[in-house]
C-alpha cells in the first residue's frame, strides 16, 4: 500500500500510516483512476444542471468515499461501497446525461474481486437497474436508447465483473500453486539430502565399520598391518566428517552474491578472468531459490577449474519477463572431449525441482556455455527451515 508519514515516536521508532491505494494495483489502475475521479469532479462541478452546488459536493463525497472502501475490502463492505458508488453515478446520470453512466466502470471493476458469488450478481443487477432508471428518467420511456453508445457500455459494465472474478480466481490459484510448489522444493530437498547421507555418509561408515572390525581381528595376529588400518580409519573419519560439514552447509540459505563473489576470487586465483553482469540486481528471489541457484553456480565454477582450461568466464544475468536467466560462459575447449558429465546432471536436478531447466552447450564463439532459466513467481525472500 502507499504510505503517508504521520508521526514518527523516537524511543518507539514507530509510524504511522494512512492506506492511500493498494500497491499491486498502482502499476495498472492508479493513473486510470487519478484521471477518471478528476474528469468526473470537473464535469460534475461545472455543468449547469439543476443539482444544488452542495448536493453535487455530497454525490461526489458518497462517490469517492464508496470507491475508497470498495479498493481495501473483499467482503460485505466491498458490496454495499459498490451499491453506494452506483445509485451516486446514477444520481449524477440523471442530472448530467446518461454519458454519466460511463464512470459505472469505476465500480464495475471492484465488483468482480468479491469473495461471494451473490455479491456480484446483485451488483451487476444494480448496475442494470442504474441504467434502467437514468435513461427512463432521461426518455421518458422504459427501454428507450437515444445514444447508441450506451448500450455497449452498459453491456460491457455487466460483463466486467464476471471477467474480472475469473481472473481473480486465476491469480489466486497461481499464488496456490507458487506455495505448493515451495512445499515440494522443501520436500525435494529433503529427499537429496536423505540420499545423500545414504550415499555419502553411509557408504564412509561403512568403510570404517569394516576397517575397525578387520583391526579388531589383526590386533594380536599382526600389529604392523593394524597400525596401517587406524591410518585408514582416521583418513576416513576425517572424510566423514567433511562430508557432514559439506552437508550441513548444502542445508544452509546460500547467497547467490556472496557465491557469485567466492567464484570469482577462486577463479582469478586461477588466473581466469571473469567479468559478472547482474542486469536484474532488484530482483528478488527466494531463499530457496537463491540457495539452488548459487549451488549450481558453485558446480559449474568447479568444472570450470577442473576440465575446461579457459582463460576467461562471463556471467550474466538477465530478467526476460517472466523468466529468469543465468548463463555462465568460458572460452575453454569446449565439449567435444568431454561429453555431458562434469556435474551437469547436478545442476539439471536442482533446476527441475525449481521448475526450471538447465542446458550446457558449445558457445558459438567457443568455449562452454551453462544457462539457467528459472521461472520468476516470488517477490519477497522466505527464509529457509
Known amino acids: ?3 503517508k ?3 514518527i515516536n523516537n524511543q518507539q521508532g514507530l509510524v504511522s500510516c494512512i492506506k492511500i491505494y493498494p500497491k499491486e494495483q498502482a502499476k495498472q489502475y492508479l493513473i486510470i483512476d487519478v484521471v477518471s475521479i478528476i474528469i468526473l469532479i470537473f464535469i460534475v462541478l461545472s455543468s449547469n444542471s439543476n443539482l444544488p452546488v452542495i448536493a453535487k ?3 461526489l463525497i ?3 468515499t464508496a470507491f475508497y472502501v470498495a479498493l481495501w475490502y473483499r467482503d460485505w463492505r466491498l458490496h454495499l461501497a459498490t451499491l453506494t458508488g452506483l445509485f451516486s453515478v446514477a444520481i449524477i446520470g440523471i442530472y448530467e446525461g446518461s454519458i454519466m453512466l460511463f464512470f459505472g466502470f469505476t465500480f464495475a ?3 468482480g474481486r468479491a469473495q461471494v458469488k451473490w455479491h456480484i450478481a446483485s451488483a451487476m443487477l444494480a448496475i442494470a437497474l442504474m441504467f434502467i432508471v437514468v435513461l427512463w428518467v432521461e426518455t421518458g420511456e422504459l427501454f428507450k436508447i437515444d445514444d447508441p453508445i450506451i ?3 452498459m453491456l460491457i459494465q455487466l460483463v466486467f465483473p464476471v471477467l474480472i472474478y475469473y481472473i481473480e480466481k486465476a491469480k489466486n490459484l497461481k499464488v496456490e500453486l507458487a506455495t505448493v510448489n515451495t512445499q515440494l522444493v522443501k520436500q525435494h530437498e529433503r529427499q537429496r539430502i536423505a540420499r545423500d547421507l545414504h550415499d555419502t555418509i553411509g557408504h564412509t561408515l561403512t568403510m570404517i565399520k569394516l576397517k575397525t572390525e578387520l583391526t579388531t581381528k589383526l590386533v594380536d595376529k599382526d600389529p604392523p598391518r593394524v597400525k596401517g588400518e587406524l591410518q585408514d580409519i582416521l583418513a576416513t573419519t576425517r572424510t566423514a566428517l567433511k562430508q557432514v560439514r559439506e552437508l550441513v552447509s548444502d542445508m544452509n ?3 547467490l552474491e556472496s557465491e557469485l563473489l567466492h567464484c570469482e576470487k577462486l577463479l582469478l586465483s586461477a588466473d581466469i578472468a571473469i567479468n559478472i553482469s547482474n542486469n536484474c540486481p532488484k530482483i528478488l528471489l527466494s531463499s530457496v531459490e537463491e540457495t539452488m541457484l548459487a549451488l549450481c553456480v558453485r558446480e559449474a565454477t568447479t568444472n570450470i577449474l577442473k576440465h575446461s582450461q579457459a582463460k576467461s568466464c562471463i556471467v550474466e544475468i538477465d530478467y526476460f519477463d517472466p523468466i529468469y536467466t543465468l548463463n555462465i560462459i568460458d572460452d575453454g575447449i569446449g ?11 547436478s545442476i539439471q536436478e536442482r533446476m527441475t525441482i525449481l521448475q526450471g531447466t538447465a542446458t550446457i552447450d558449445n558457445f558459438t564463439n567457443g568455449g562452454t556455455i551453462v544457462s539457467l532459466k528459472l521461472p520468476f513467481q516470488h517477490y519477497r525472500k522466505e527464509p529457509l527451515k
Not at 335 to 345: H, T, V
Open 109 to 111: 471493476d471492484l465488483i
Open 151 to 153: 448500450l455497449p457500455i
Open 1 to 3: 500500500m502507499l504510505c
Open 5 to 7: 508519514p504521520l508521526h
Open 57 to 59: 459536493i455530497i454525490v
Open 62 to 64: 458518497t462517490f469517492l
Open 335 to 345: 565439449l567435444e572431449n568431454q561429453g555431458l558429465g562434469n556435474g551437469l546432471s
Open 253 to 255: 540459505f546460500v547467497s
